[in-house]
């Protein structure tokens, strides 16, 4: 899949205009915005709406498996918190669906690509959550490393893409801060909350950090997309960062991260750390995880449970466009 991208941006570049490909290559070079009238290479078009789209998905189809919380959270104080996390999560999936229209997809492709089966989204969400201490990993985890991804995406060379990078970046350290204010709860409670809170991290810690996407060695489109600055850090470069801040709160809870080869390294000044299970990956990838078919069903019931919100709101927006022509 990765090697086929590639080639196909590399047959557009060719049929480019080559002077219209330099002046952009040099806006980018000197970290000017590309904005949507903008000329754009159709790789990189190309690229952006599989990313941001993508990128929507995920926020979208994970507000699934916090969903499944909502009515079962352990207080009102829990339950309001989780309500405002997941529907700041909705929020994103907005700004950045608008983000991708930019680019000439319409929402409607969009989502018809999800469904359909066709589009991507991150591979952490067809993961089950078993108990209510998935939801504090889910927060210190998966929020972490959604954060750790996204931070440098607020300076992603297109304008529209950045800037909704910076306002979902603000409530993604809310959200990490809730989850690990579960843990801290739980890891300070009775045994079995402790326990509890142990097995949340046992099964979220590799899957978080899949989340960054292939080893650098197998991520061809990455170079394509470090030089038209889409992405600013590499999987492996925000991987290790990710282990790095994280096991040191793993220490402060008082839990073991689930890595043997775990080590501190003072040459390198990094933690060392064992090989994520690739194979798990990239069957999570093909559509085999483990909630995988769960997730899209659910995802479908709601679009189609909507359809009555959707058609309410089209047909108040013509009714107040009528009275404003007449
Ligand atoms: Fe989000
Ligand atoms: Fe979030």
């Not at 919380?69 to 909705?90: F, G, N, T």
Request: proline share 5%.
């Amino acid at each position: 899949m990765y090697t086929t991208e590639l080639q196909k941006s590399n047959q557009v570049r060719a049929i480019e205009d080559p002077e219209k490909l330099a002046a952009f290559e040099a806006r980018v070079a000197a970290d000017e915005f590309i904005e949507p009238k903008d000329w754009m290479p159709e790789a990189y078009r190309r690229t952006l709406t599989r990313q941001i789209s993508q990128h929507a998905h995920s926020e979208i189809v994970g507000m699934l498996p916090e969903g499944n919380w909502i009515s079962r959270a352990p207080s009102l104080r829990r339950k309001a918190i989780l309500l405002a996390k997941v529907q700041d999560e909705a929020g994103h999936g907005l700004y950045l669906y608008s983000a991708a229209e930019t680019l000439g997809t319409s929402r409607e492709e969009m989502i018809e690509a999800l469904h359909s089966g066709k589009a991507k989204y991150s591979t952490i969400f067809n993961y089950p959550t078993l108990t209510w201490a998935d939801i504090g990993a889910i927060g210190w985890l998966v929020d972490g490393a959604a954060i750790m991804n996204q931070v440098p995406l607020q300076r992603t060379s297109y304008g529209p893409y950045a800037r909704a990078m910076v306002r979902v970046c603000k409530e993604e350290s809310f959200h990490q801060r809730q989850g690990y204010e579960i843990m801290m709860a739980m890891c300070a409670g009775t045994a079995d909350q402790k326990r509890m809170a142990q097995d949340a991290l046992n099964r979220w810690w590799w899957p978080s950090l899949m989340m960054f996407g292939p080893p650098d060695a197998d991520s061809p489109n990455t170079a394509q997309s470090m030089r038209w600055r889409i992405k600013r850090e590499t999987n492996d470069e925000l991987r290790q960062k990710f282990v790095d801040i994280t096991v040191p709160q793993a220490e402060a809870l008082g839990l073991k991260v689930p890595d043997p080869a775990l080590e501190w390294n003072e040459a390198r000044g990094h933690y060392d750390f064992g090989e994520v299970d690739w194979e798990e990956f990239y069957a999570v990838v093909r559509g085999e995880g483990p909630v995988a078919k769960e997730r899209m069903a659910a995802r479908r019931e709601a679009w189609e449970e909507g359809a009555w919100v959707r058609d309410a709101a089209a047909a108040y927006a013509e009714k107040q466009a009528a009275k404003k022509a007449a």
